[in-house]
């Protein structure tokens, strides 16, 4: 059975740094895709970066292009999100999650639209501070 769990959330001033860390078990990172999502108090989920299991190609959600970088550590079977010059807006419940994607199917999940099975981690807290 396919399971995640993510580390690192934790408070942070604006401007400031976080890595979160997505460790996989019962799976190999890299036979998945590997996404990142937050869930703000009273909004949507919304898909922050998601990489696919091909060719590592990535999609960041335009909030956060620039800033976040996604990357996995096949060795330790793990996901990491770098979170750089963090802002306020950036506060929420982050959860990383794993599909068994076909060709571009890391586009439609991180935007909402994949509807196949998902295996989800329990989420790690972010607070930004102004």
């Known amino acids: 059975q396919v399971q995640l769990m993510e580390s690192g959330g934790g408070l942070v001033q604006a401007g400031g740094s976080l890595r979160l860390s997505c460790t996989v078990s019962?799976?190999?990172?890299?036979?998945?895709?590997i996404g990142w999502f937050r869930q703000a108090p009273g909004k949507e989920r919304e898909g922050v970066t998601c990489i696919d299991s091909f060719d590592g190609a990535t999609y960041y959600a335009s909030s956060v292009k620039g800033r976040f970088t996604l990357s996995r550590d096949n060795a330790n079977n793990t996901a990491y999100l770098q979170m750089n010059e963090l802002k306020p807006e950036d506060t929420a419940v982050y959860s990383c999650a794993a599909i068994r994607d076909r060709r571009s199917d890391y586009v439609r999940w991180c935007a909402g639209h994949y509807t196949g099975p998902e295996y989800w981690g329990k989420g790690t807290l972010v607070t930004v501070s102004s």
């Open positions: 019962g799976a190999t990172v890299d036979d998945y895709a």
